[in-house]
């Protein structure tokens, strides 16, 4: 049974950090390219970032760009989102999702938000 699992939301103020972690099971992990998307409250789903396989290629939405990074680390199934200078607009679910081509495993997402 394949298993999407999101941590490390919270609230943190305006300029901070947060690290999300996701952890998936039951599939083989360094096949998936692995995401992180985001749905603030009376807004549709959107795009974070990306990273490829064997994390040598990543993709940023523009917002988080010289702000967020993502990493992965295979042997433990695990992708990260590193998030600085977190910004109130920055607040949403955020959830973590694999694929082969089309991201269509999805977690429960982890709650972030950011006071101003």
């Known amino acids: 049974q394949v298993q999407v699992v999101e941590s490390g939301g919270g609230l943190v103020q305006a300029g901070g950090s947060l690290r999300l972690s996701c952890v998936a099971s039951?599939?083989?992990?360094?096949?998936?390219?692995m995401a992180w998307f985001r749905q603030a409250r009376g807004k549709e789903r959107e795009f974070v970032a990306s990273i490829n396989w064997d994390g040598s290629s990543t993709s940023f939405t523009n917002s988080a760009k010289g702000r967020f990074t993502i990493s992965r680390d295979n042997a433990k199934n695990t992708v990260l989102l590193q998030m600085n200078s977190l910004k109130p607009e920055d607040t949403a679910v955020y959830y973590c999702?694999?694929?082969?081509?089309?991201?269509?495993?999805w977690g429960q997402g982890t709650q972030v938000t950011v006071s101003s």
């Open positions: 999702a694999a694929g082969l081509g089309r991201y269509d495993l």
């Open positions: 039951g599939l083989t992990f360094a096949r998936y390219a």
